[in-house]
């Protein structure tokens, strides 16, 4: 009989950072879920790049032509997006994109930990971006990196006020570039998750079923589009750094 | 006693009152959709051209909806 109707598990409990040997405190050393995740993905990586294209042919094999697609749409990305004298901050964007891409992807795995649901990784690889994006613009343009907030074109007396609010915007950038990723990762696992529990209730678990596969099939659109935003977004900052101009 | 059940009823409320904030991202992202879309079929050729602004917009309506969801999340398990 269905006495158990509550959740069974709860939605939220994927996201606990546990040790991976023992149950000990987890130190800043300790080897966790998260770090087993992080260090598969950088192995799908080396996998995908260093295997792949290790023969150079000219007729690609599957795995080479894999890793030139994805070589290509970075590559094109980065060039549209931030101009020409941007490319040579092409391997930085292209390491971004890629850790990003495989931690999401191998978070879709059943069982497996999303590394980049963790608001610990994102602000990481945001204030990352941020800082380095802010360096690069000072020491490209110097103090007229500052006229990314005073704008040339707007009246005198508006000047000021946009001035604070651009501030304001240039600072929560990191906030939200990081939160993005985190919480739309975070968001779509739970919803798998507390369908899932709806299963166990036999009137409405093949409904629940369907719902899950249909969100699952969401879940890997949405782990690729917040890949692809994460670097683009990269992109517009520091295209931002380097033409403050405009 | 009946402060702290207050206090745990508040903070459910407070939860589904931020959730309101991701559906009205969501009438946000509908809207950066539907204009593009309105746009690409009124000039398909320079559709193309403008995906990746699509997708800045996008993530730009939906951080917000995010951070609703943050503050829900928050409410819920860290108050």
Redesign the interface.
């Known amino acids: 009989m269905a006495e158990e109707t509550g959740l069974v598990f709860h939605p939220?409990d994927q996201f606990i950072v546990k040790p991976l040997f023992g149950d000990g405190p987890v130190m800043w050393y300790t080897p966790t879920n998260a770090t087993l995740w992080m260090l598969l993905a950088v192995a799908c990586v080396v996998a995908l790049f260093v295997l792949g294209t290790r023969g150079r042919a000219v007729i690609p094999t599957r795995l080479q032509s894999v890793a030139e697609v994805f070589y290509g749409f970075i590559y094109k990305?980065v060039e549209?997006?931030t101009g020409h004298d941007g490319v040579k901050y092409f391997p930085w964007i292209m390491t971004l994109f890629l850790f990003i891409f495989f931690s999401n992807m191998l978070a879709l795995i059943p069982m497996s930990f999303s590394p980049t649901s963790q608001i610990a990784v994102t602000a990481v690889l945001g204030f990352g971006v941020f800082f380095a994006v802010t360096i690069i613009g000072f020491v490209k343009n110097g103090t007229h990196f500052l006229g990314l907030f005073w704008m040339k074109d707007a009246p005198m007396f508006l000047r000021p006020i946009i001035a604070v609010i651009e501030v304001i915007s240039y600072f929560v950038r990191p906030v939200?570039h990081s939160?993005?990723l985190a919480?739309?990762i975070?968001?779509g696992h739970a919803v798998i998750k507390v369908f899932a529990a709806f299963a166990g209730v036999a009137l409405i678990a093949p409904a629940s079923i369907l719902a899950i596969t249909a969100i699952y099939a969401l879940e890997v659109l949405v782990a690729v589009?917040q890949a692809?935003?994460f670097t683009?977004?990269t992109c517009?900052y520091l295209k931002d750094a380097l033409h403050p101009g405009h | 006693m009946e402060l702290a059940a207050a206090a745990a009823l508040g903070k459910f409320i407070g939860a589904g009152i931020a959730a309101i904030g991701a559906g009205i991202a969501a009438v946000g992202v509908g809207n950066v959709a539907a204009n593009y879309l309105a746009g690409a079929l009124r000039n398909p050729s320079a559709a193309a051209s403008q995906t990746?602004t699509l997708?800045?917009g996008?993530?730009?309506a939906?951080?917000l909806g995010?951070?609703a969801?943050?503050v829900a999340?928050l409410l819920m398990?860290a108050a």
């Open positions: 939220m990305m549209d997006v939200s939160i993005r919480g739309n975070t968001a589009i692809y935003v683009i977004l517009v | 990746a997708f800045i996008l993530a730009f939906e951080a995010i951070f969801f943050l999340l398990f």
